[in-house]
């Protein structure tokens, strides 16, 4: 089993920057990632890191070169630092792990967090 609990969510004004944690525990996974959810949309891919095989990253179009995804295998910890953040980037953001390779649908993740809130003020 995989436990994962995420911080670091909050509100921020257009342009400011934020970075989330989730840390995990119990047994690692082979791949971690973020998504995220606003209200009366669906849940929708943010980034995902392969925890093992070099570090290989993904993102979703709307958020690359704006979000960056990172690992730290000593604690366990999953980053996303977000910069430049606009008021389409509020939602609720979900840390995500699956066992095998890097995948962009949510459905294809085991485990989940509870989630931690991003508001962005215009």
């Known amino acids: 089993q995989v436990q994962l609990v995420e911080s670091g969510g909050g509100m921020v004004q257009a342009g400011g920057s934020l970075r989330l944690s989730c840390a995990a525990s119990?047994?690692?996974?082979?791949?971690m990632g973020w998504f995220r959810q606003a209200p009366g949309k669906e849940r929708e891919f943010v980034a995902a890191?392969?925890?093992?095989?070099?570090?290989?990253?993904l993102y979703a179009d709307s958020v690359k070169g704006r979000f960056t995804i990172s690992k730290d295998d000593a604690s366990k910890t999953l980053y996303l630092e977000m910069s430049g953040l606009q008021p389409e980037d509020t939602a609720r953001y979900y840390c995500?792990?699956?066992?095998?390779?890097?995948?962009?649908?949510?459905?294809?993740?085991?485990?989940w967090g509870q989630g931690t809130q991003v508001t962005v003020t215009s």
């Open positions: 890191i392969g925890w093992f095989w070099g570090s290989y990253s």
């Open positions: 119990g047994r690692a996974a082979d791949t």
């Open positions: 995500a792990a699956r066992d095998g390779p890097l995948r962009q649908a949510s459905d294809e993740y085991e485990y």
